[in-house]
């Protein structure tokens, strides 16, 4: 058998599997944090894994206060991460993907996100960032991102989002 062209599948499977790198094992974890930017790494990743034929794991992280015991009940939080977590799956039949999705309660999202793709074997790791208006700081999310950029076992991708523009009323 001769092949002239390259099949767009075998393209794609390629294009998915040099995206985990080197190894081309693992599975890919999806961080939901609630902004406009989970959508389209639902997406993404849910492309990479079907064409790498790899698991999603979409991940939303609940912080829980010190003050209160790790395992509270946070209703209004919960129903928040219920409702992210179904709109992820509904993205996620569409591109034709079966997603895992879970929600952690942690102190702190940036341990709990490393935790969850080293104890998933991820190759690869989706993580949002949408920067505040010009002139602002998010130092919490900043904090966050800083802690699995640099304990992650996994590759990271970092995807930004342009600060929202304002617009000066004349």
Same mark, same amino acid.
């Given at each position: 058998?001769?092949?002239?062209?390259?099949?767009?599948?075998?393209? &794609?499977?390629?294009? @998915?599997? @040099?995206?985990?790198?080197?190894?081309?094992?693992?599975? =890919? +974890?999806?961080?939901?944090?609630?902004?406009k930017?989970?959508s389209?790494?639902?997406?993404l990743?849910?492309?990479?894994?079907?064409?790498?034929?790899?698991?999603?794991h979409?991940?939303?992280v609940?912080?829980?206060?010190?003050?209160?015991?790790?395992?509270?009940?946070? @209703?209004?939080? @919960?129903?928040?991460a219920?409702?992210?977590?179904?709109a992820?799956m %509904?993205?996620?039949?569409?591109?034709?993907?079966?997603? =895992? +999705? &879970?929600?952690?309660?942690?102190?702190?999202?940036?341990?709990?996100?490393?935790? %969850?793709a080293?104890?998933h074997h991820?190759?690869?790791?989706?993580?949002?960032? #949408?920067?505040? #208006?010009?002139?602002? #700081?998010h130092?919490?999310?900043?904090?966050?991102?800083?802690?699995?950029?640099?304990?992650?076992?996994?590759?990271?991708?970092?995807?930004?989002?342009?600060?929202?523009? #304002?617009?000066?009323?004349k």
């Amino acid at each position: 058998m001769v092949h002239l062209w390259g099949s767009r599948a075998k393209e &794609e499977t390629e294009i @998915s599997k @040099s995206a985990l790198g080197e190894c081309a094992a693992g599975d =890919i +974890a999806v961080v939901l944090a609630g902004d406009k930017l989970d959508s389209n790494l639902v997406y993404l990743g849910c492309q990479m894994a079907k064409g790498a034929r790899r698991k999603v794991h979409l991940v939303h992280v609940i912080e829980v206060p010190r003050a209160l015991p790790l395992k509270a009940v946070l @209703s209004q939080e @919960s129903e928040r991460a219920d409702h992210l977590l179904s709109a992820a799956m %509904e993205i996620a039949r569409k591109v034709g993907s079966d997603p =895992i +999705a &879970e929600v952690v309660q942690a102190r702190d999202a940036g341990p709990a996100i490393v935790d %969850e793709a080293r104890d998933h074997h991820c190759g690869l790791l989706l993580i949002g960032l #949408t920067r505040p #208006t010009i002139g602002k #700081t998010h130092a919490d999310l900043d904090r966050t991102v800083a802690y699995v950029l640099a304990n992650a076992p996994c590759r990271v991708w970092l995807v930004q989002d342009p600060p929202a523009q #304002t617009t000066i009323a004349k």
